[in-house]
């Protein structure tokens, strides 16, 4: 039977006829996943009932009739019933605390993933008025943008509407620092760690620059060796271009590699990891050795080479100056408190301040003790990543794209700038998308298929979410 006979009718619908069909589908089934919880809540509840009738205050026997409730649904859905007694209080919990979460799931305004960014950044507000206001801004966020980007939004939302100081709640949370060890299958085993979220990053960013500088040289090996190989290009340049200001954390230098001193053959000329595996090992090396130069050294971090760890954080300056416990934010990431941030701001090398309009949140001037850059400076303030909808790609991975094409009279200005990572900023120029730039650094994109995208910077949805949390809900 030929392909063609066997072709679906709907193979001929427009490319806009499928996404119009997409976004009816995803309606529904986010209709339906709310129904879900629904179900799951009420089970809970029956659950709960018949517990009530056990006259037994024996905690085996009270929780037997959960057990058997668990059990019933989950042998229904194929799931464990261990799993599905989580899934049913969980249930619970947002029916009955997040209603207009679970309001806007059924009726497809936004996903299940977006219910959990609410749930987690809003479980420790426990005051019904302050949650149903942080419930409110949340979902303006999550009605405009992609569960990745609305998350450390919303995290902020929470941060700022909690009734107790993230101070308090950090130094609580940070004596629960911890290291631990999963054994895993054939012979590894994962090293998990808790540790303060600036603390965090900063490795994580360290062991990329490891893994870039071993993957850079790996390239230039492979050049040198082939006399016709063109120049590859490599990632962007791990040069960070601070945000609002950036500081960074010295790693000492590691001294020449003794096995290649002595002539044994060049790792890296043979090197094949990819950058997990290179982020791994450089771990392993920084860790058990100090540095990669012992002999037990796996070969990640060259020798010599001295990285440091770059983190952006933003602070008000009522915080910076210990007038306010408002918290500071760590991009990427979300809230830190006061006092971690107030220590990095003391040693960082670089700080910029960023001014925000009252009335819109929207940046509006960023200076610095170093005046040069200015309109980058503003630009990585006021985008804080890729401008493309969805996409978080840092901004220190990005170029400063002009709106209007500079080669058909684009003026080289703020208000015709934004960043954009090299996946859209090709796609800009190499698709039908196209992009127009209005007040505030909105950016309206247009699809092949006529539809518009709105991408709004991040300051201003957060400022208007905030403002929306000022008013009573409207439930």
């Known amino acids: 039977m030929s392909t063609s006979s066997t072709r679906h009718p709907s193979d001929t619908r427009s490319l806009g006829a499928v996404v119009a069909g997409l976004e009816a589908t995803r309606r529904r089934i986010a209709a339906l996943h709310a129904q879900e919880l629904q179900l799951l809540a009420r089970a809970d509840a029956i659950a709960a009932e ?22 019933e649904v989950g042998a229904a859905l194929r799931r464990p019933d261990r799993g599905m007694r989580d899934r049913m209080r969980d249930a619970t919990v947002l029916v009955d605390g997040f209603a207009a979460t679970v309001a806007a ?5 936004i996903d299940v993933a977006h219910v959990r960014v609410i749930r987690d950044a809003g479980a420790g507000i426990t005051d019904a008025d302050t949650r149903a206001r942080f419930e409110q801004a949340a979902l303006v966020v999550c009605e405009r943008e ?4 609305a998350k450390p939004i919303v995290s902020v939302i929470a941060q700022k509407l909690h ?35 600036v603390l965090a990053y900063a490795i994580r960013d360290r062991l990329t620059q490891h893994a870039r500088a071993v993957t850079a040289a790996h390239r230039e090996r492979a050049a040198e060796g082939a006399s016709d190989a063109q120049p590859n290009g490599g990632e962007p340049a791990t040069e960070g271009r601070a945000d609002t200001f950036e500081t960074r954390l010295d790693a000492g230098a590691g001294a020449p590699d003794p096995a290649a001193e002595a002539g044994a053959p060049d790792p890296v000329a043979t090197d094949t990891r990819n950058m997990d595996q290179v982020r791994a090992d ?40 210990g007038e306010s416990s408002a918290p500071a934010e760590l991009l990427g990431y979300g ?85 954009l990572c090299t996946r859209h900023h090709t796609l800009k120029h190499a698709t039908a998308w196209t992009v127009i730039q209005k007040a505030h650094g909105l950016l309206e994109w247009t699809s092949p298929t006529g539809r518009v995208y709105p991408d709004v910077p991040r300051r201003v949805l957060e400022f208007t979410a905030l403002a929306a949390a000022q008013d009573p809900p409207p439930f």
């Open 146 to 149: 992609a569960p990745g980007r």
């Open 105 to 109: 799931l059924r009726e497809g305004r």
């Open 335 to 419: 809230p830190i408190d006061p006092d971690t941030a107030r220590r990095l701001a003391a040693t960082a090398d670089l700080w910029e301040r960023v001014f925000t309009s009252p009335t819109t949140g929207a940046v509006q001037h960023v200076d610095t003790y170093r005046p040069t850059r200015a309109q980058r400076r503003h630009l990585d303030a006021r985008d804080e990543h890729c401008r493309f909808p969805g996409c978080r790609r840092p901004t220190h991975f990005c170029d400063h794209d002009h709106t209007h094409d500079h080669a058909r009279g684009g003026p080289t200005a703020v208000g015709n700038l934004a960043n």
């Open 50 to 71: 018949q517990t009530g009738r056990v006259p037994s205050v024996e905690r085996r026997e009270r929780e037997m009739p959960g057990r058997a409730v668990a059990a």
């Open 282 to 321: 450089a771990l392993t090396d920084l860790l058990l050795t100090g540095c990669a130069t012992a002999p037990a050294a796996t070969g990640a971090v060259p020798g010599g080479e001295a990285v440091t760890a770059t983190v952006h954080v933003v602070i008000p300056a009522a915080t910076l100056t």
């Open 163 to 197: 009734p107790v100081p993230l101070q308090e709640r950090h130094e609580e949370a940070a004596a629960g620092r911890r290291v631990w060890v999963r054994d895993l299958d054939d012979g590894m085993a994962e090293l998990a760690a808790v540790l303060p979220a």
